[in-house]
Nanobody, 123 residues
Framework: QVQLVESGGGLVQAGGSLRLSCAAS????????MGWFRQAPGKEREFVAAISWSGGTTKYADSVKGRFTISRDNTKKTLYLQMNSLLPEDTAVYYC????????????????WGQGTLVTVSS
């Protein structure tokens, strides 16, 4: 099992950028597909982005496509989410997650979750 800890959240003005990190413990990080989800106040958790174990395949929600970039460094056991051109509607708690298969991430079939990091975008 992999354990996940997110960091990098904070307060940023609209149009600004943030980079989230998700540090994994355990020896199996490189075997997992990874993803980012978010949950805004009063809303359900939603898929943001996912990446295959090798980093060769990525998927994005339409709402973040072209603004967010997911990446990973398997040697550092770390997942990243670079967020540019942030909008107030991007305000949410962001969670990283691990899954055996990239195809199952969007549907929420996940093996591990982090505790979340709060991103607040002011207008």
């Amino acid at each position: 099992q992999v354990q996940l800890v997110e960091s990098g959240g904070g307060l940023v003005q609209a149009g600004g950028s943030l980079r989230l990190s998700c540090a994994a413990s355990g020896r199996t990080f490189s075997t997992y597909a990874m993803g980012w989800f978010r949950q805004a106040p009063g809303k359900e958790r939603e898929f943001v982005a996912a990446i295959s174990w090798s980093g060769g395949t990525t998927k994005y929600a339409d709402s973040v496509k072209g603004r967010f970039t997911i990446s990973r460094d398997n040697t550092k056991k770390t997942l990243y989410l670079q967020m540019n051109s942030l909008l107030p509607e991007d305000t949410a708690v962001y969670y990283c997650a691990a899954a055996k298969l990239l195809a199952t991430i969007r549907g929420g079939d996940l093996d591990a979750w982090g505790q979340g990091t709060l991103v607040t975008v002011s207008s």
